[in-house]
């Protein structure tokens, strides 16, 4: 089976890039492989324009930009998205990602009416998120609940897709990272771990 894992930070050095490869080699290691997509050495455009305004409304078709990572999306058994927390939510890089590719007519359908088709609910989705404050500062204010109210139903649920992994690696900025790193070793190690028992199961 096959991860993408989406990855947004403007330094490869960073604590950010090194837990996607850490997670990727957990995958590796259980026998299944993985795909970092690193948005900023990619390129990639996050802006929102016009045209993609036309694409939401239908009235325009999806780039070769787009149509690609959808397909690479569509090659995937599970997303994996890797961020830094900004401002209490994730890059704006990751976010166009999101705005521009997860359009109207591949990852939902707005149906005449007000009927939603949620159209993406094969993929699993696992979130790893790093952030700067305390898990006191983030329950204090209510920010991890509104984080994922925005992330995990905002966007995926609304498009069917369901979140398996929502991990939060606090504070980044005076913990050992190691210890961040093993975490998503692990969590790498057993992304597939649900449907290799589906598999045994439908074999027995």
Not at 10 to 23: F, I, K, M, Q, Y
Not at 144 to 153: E, L, N, V
């Amino acid at each position: 089976m096959h991860a993408l894992i989406v990855v947004a930070h403007p330094d490869p050095g960073s604590l950010t890039h090194a837990v996607a490869a850490r997670l990727a080699e957990g995958v590796s290691k259980s026998g299944h492989s993985a795909q970092i997509a690193d948005l900023m050495a990619e390129g990639f455009d996050p802006r929102f324009t016009a045209t993609d305004h036309a694409v939401h409304l239908k009235q325009a078709a999806p780039s070769a930009e787009i149509l690609a990572e959808q397909a690479r999306i569509d090659r995937a058994d599970t997303l994996v998205l890797v961020y830094p927390v900004y401002w209490w939510s994730m890059p704006g890089l990751l976010k166009g990602w999101i705005d521009r590719v997860f359009i109207n007519g591949w990852a939902y359908d707005e149906i005449p009416g007000g009927k939603l088709e949620k159209k993406l609910g094969r993929l699993p989705v696992h979130l790893v998120a790093l952030g700067g404050a305390g898990q006191q500062t983030y329950e204090r204010h209510g920010y991890s609940g509104a984080m994922k109210t925005q992330i995990d139903h905002g966007i995926f649920d609304y498009c069917g897709a369901r979140v398996v992994t929502s991990e939060f690696l606090l504070p980044s900025d005076i913990q050992d990272p190691g210890a961040h790193l093993e975490t998503v070793y692990a969590i790498g190690g057993r992304l597939f771990q649900a449907a290799e028992r589906s598999d045994a199961a439908d074999a027995a």
